[in-house]
């Protein structure tokens, strides 16, 4: 069992790298595979079905399914985000080198820098994921960046180069200016067919954040709320599990990782943090975020396998 108090910046990365490390998943995994041993969750409630639990305080109503927005997206504000919808790339801060994720790899030429998907990946709908998903998710984060980020609001030029890869051209690159590119989440063109595609047009005629062929995009585009989150990692919704007091992941055999991470379903408990540190008492989840009171903290050294990181 995994407790991690602060919501620090950087200690938000490392708790997320650690639930990455835990379920087994991608670049992040296979070293982790031994650390829940100790843990309830990991058994499995059927003796066939191994579960991982958590907590986060979600909200199934009022959060929307639009998860290119994130802000406000049902559970892109936490830990899970990455068990579902997976980036292009993870920095590793060990290295200082990329781990591609849903990218095969990327490489600068000049000031285009070209982006490769792995081949044969599925999203949850069993559609093919490619380099159309990639173009337009990317012509959408172009047209809403604010002018004084940096990555997606000095693209020039976009386009798609084959059925994997995407070419962006840069004003001026400088050195890690494609980190937000590379750790963009890419989303289903299914589910963002009209604005993804409109959002490739109104880019490369160079409309940009601001101008009013934007504004009318985005008046319609915050709107929008789709009735599923198509899912590129290596779990799912499950739609008949999905309720006001958990939700559960199930495996996604068809997303990146899918048949490699170490457990058929995570589920995850809603919680605020009193709530989270009354199951963590109760040993009944493997991993938590949240933060507990000074009293809180001193029942947790009575919890049988507790481990504070």
Same mark, same amino acid.
């Given at each position: 069992?995994?407790?991690?108090? /602060?919501?620090?910046?950087?200690?938000?990365?490392? /708790?997320?790298?650690?639930?990455l490390?835990?379920?087994?998943?991608?670049?992040? &995994?296979?070293?982790?595979?031994?650390?829940? @041993?100790?843990?309830?969750?990991?058994?499995?409630?059927?003796?066939?079905?191994?579960?991982?639990?958590g907590v986060f305080d979600f909200d199934l109503d009022s959060q929307t399914r639009n998860v290119h927005v994130e802000d406000g997206a049902l559970l892109l504000n936490s830990v899970y985000k990455d068990l579902f919808l997976?980036?292009?790339?993870?920095?590793?801060?060990?290295?200082?080198?990329?781990?591609?994720?849903?990218?095969?790899?990327?490489?600068?030429?000049?000031?285009?820098?070209?982006?490769?998907?792995?081949p044969d990946l599925k999203w949850s709908d069993g559609e093919a994921l490619n380099s159309d998903d990639m173009l337009r998710s990317y012509a959408m984060r172009i047209?809403?960046?604010?002018?004084?980020?940096?990555?997606?609001?000095?693209?020039?030029?976009?386009?798609?180069?084959?059925?994997? @890869?995407?070419?962006?051209?840069?004003e001026d690159p400088f050195p890690n200016i494609e980190? /937000?590119?590379?750790?963009?989440?890419?989303? @289903?063109k299914k589910t963002y067919a009209d604005f993804g595609e409109?959002?490739?047009?109104?880019?490369?005629?160079?409309?940009?954040? &601001?101008?009013?062929?934007?504004?009318?995009?985005?008046?319609?585009?915050?709107?929008?709320?789709?009735?599923?989150?198509?899912? /590129?990692g290596p779990y799912k919704f499950d739609k008949e599990q999905m309720s006001d007091a958990r939700i559960t992941l199930v495996r996604n055999e068809d997303g990146y990782q899918g048949t490699e991470v170490q457990f058929d379903e995570v589920v995850i408990h809603k919680g605020d943090n009193r709530q989270s540190a009354l199951l963590v008492q109760r040993g009944e989840v493997d991993y938590s975020t949240l933060a507990p009171s000074a009293a809180d903290q001193q029942s947790f050294e009575g919890v049988e396998g507790f481990t504070w990181i």
């Open positions: 069992m995994t407790f991690i108090p /602060s919501r620090e910046v950087f200690l938000q990365e490392l /708790s997320r790298r650690r639930l490390r835990a379920v087994g998943f991608g670049a992040a &995994g296979v070293a982790g595979a031994g650390v829940l @041993s100790a843990c309830a969750g990991g058994d499995g409630a059927d003796g066939d079905v191994t579960q991982f639990t997976c980036t292009g790339a993870m920095f590793n801060w060990e290295t200082h080198e990329w781990d591609h994720l849903l990218l095969e790899g990327h490489e600068w030429d000049g000031d285009n820098l070209l982006v490769t998907l792995r047209l809403e960046a604010p002018p004084w980020g940096f990555g997606f609001p000095q693209v020039t030029e976009i386009e798609k180069v084959d059925d994997l @890869s995407v070419r962006l051209e840069f980190r /937000s590119i590379l750790k963009h989440r890419i989303v @289903s409109r959002a490739v047009e109104l880019v490369q005629d160079g409309v940009r954040q &601001g101008d009013d062929e934007h504004s009318e995009w985005n008046a319609e585009f915050i709107e929008f709320n789709p009735d599923e989150i198509i899912c /590129s």
